[in-house]
């Protein structure tokens, strides 16, 4: 079983960094998939960033390249997403996400999803 918790939201300014967290307390977490998503107000959830079980694989969305970072520490069960230069339009709610196996882009890929973690980037 999977069970996600984000955590690290919070209203900063922008220019900022935030750090996120993604817990699992499930068994299987070094086997699967981990994402992040985050959806605006009035917006659809979109894809954010993506690592595989190994890290060997990372994928980001064209408007976080350069300034998002995700990781994961297997020993942990936790994923994280650096996120630094945050704009105003990283203003959010962030949800991390895992599917057995791959990492992917498309969210309908996800099986688990956590409850969600507000940013609000404003000055």
């Known amino acids: 079983q999977v069970h996600l918790v984000e955590s690290g939201g919070g209203l900063v300014q922008p220019g900022t960094s935030l750090r996120l967290s993604c817990v699992d307390s499930?068994?299987?977490?070094?086997?699967?998939?981990m994402a992040w998503f985050r959806q605006a107000p009035r917006e659809e959830r979109e894809f954010v960033a993506a690592?595989?079980?190994?890290?060997?694989?990372?994928y980001y969305a064209d408007s976080v390249k350069g300034r998002f970072t995700i990781s994961r520490d297997n020993a942990r069960n936790t994923a994280y997403l650096q996120m630094n230069s945050l704009e105003l339009r990283d203003t959010a709610i962030y949800y991390c996400?895992?599917?057995?196996?791959?990492?992917?882009?498309?969210?309908?890929?996800?099986?688990?999803w956590g409850q969600g973690t507000q940013v609000t980037v404003s000055s």
């Open positions: 499930g068994t299987s977490f070094d086997r699967n998939g």
């Open positions: 690592i595989s079980w190994g890290s060997s694989s990372k």
């Open positions: 996400a895992a599917q057995k196996g791959m990492a992917t882009r498309n969210q309908e890929d996800y099986q688990w």
